[in-house]
Nanobody
Framework: QLQASGGGLVQAGGSVRLSCAAS????????MGWHRQAPGKEREFVAV????????YYADSVKGRFTISRDNAKNTVYLQMNSLNPEDTAIYYC????????????????WGQGTLVTVSS
């Protein structure tokens, strides 16, 4: 029901925009988050946006470089990632929460399959 796309190979300093398209149901009333899992590491919170788009939170490691946004008419959430570095290499997952926003992965009820972003140095 959540389909993430837009990943790929990018050089350090470059940019990528991820998309998460929802199907089968509307997620316009859900908080939507992006999370990532790097090789050998636990999955971690990256960013979240409220259903209205008025509230956003970011992990400290991406603050000022990543921007989360959403288009409820298109049932799609985006993650614009700029100034990428090799530490950003991970599988990125989009997920939906019934909470307004949450940084806890346990609060997310629906998960997409993930899209791989590889940043080369």
């Amino acid at each position: 029901q959540l389909q993430a796309s837009g990943g790929g190979l990018v050089q350090a300093g470059g940019s990528v925009r991820l998309s998460c398209a929802a199907s089968g149901r509307s997620f316009s009333r859900y908080g939507m988050g992006w999370h990532r899992q790097a090789p050998g590491k636990e999955r971690e919170f990256v960013a979240v946006i409220s259903w209205s788009g008025t509230v956003t939170y970011y992990a400290d490691s991406v603050k000022g470089r990543f921007t989360i946004s959403r288009d409820n008419a298109k049932n799609t959430v985006y993650l614009q990632m700029n100034s990428l570095n090799p530490e950003d290499t991970a599988i990125y997952y989009c997920a939906a929460t019934l909470k307004i926003v949450s940084t806890s992965l346990n609060d997310y009820n629906y998960w997409g399959q993930g899209t791989l972003v590889t940043v080369s140095s």
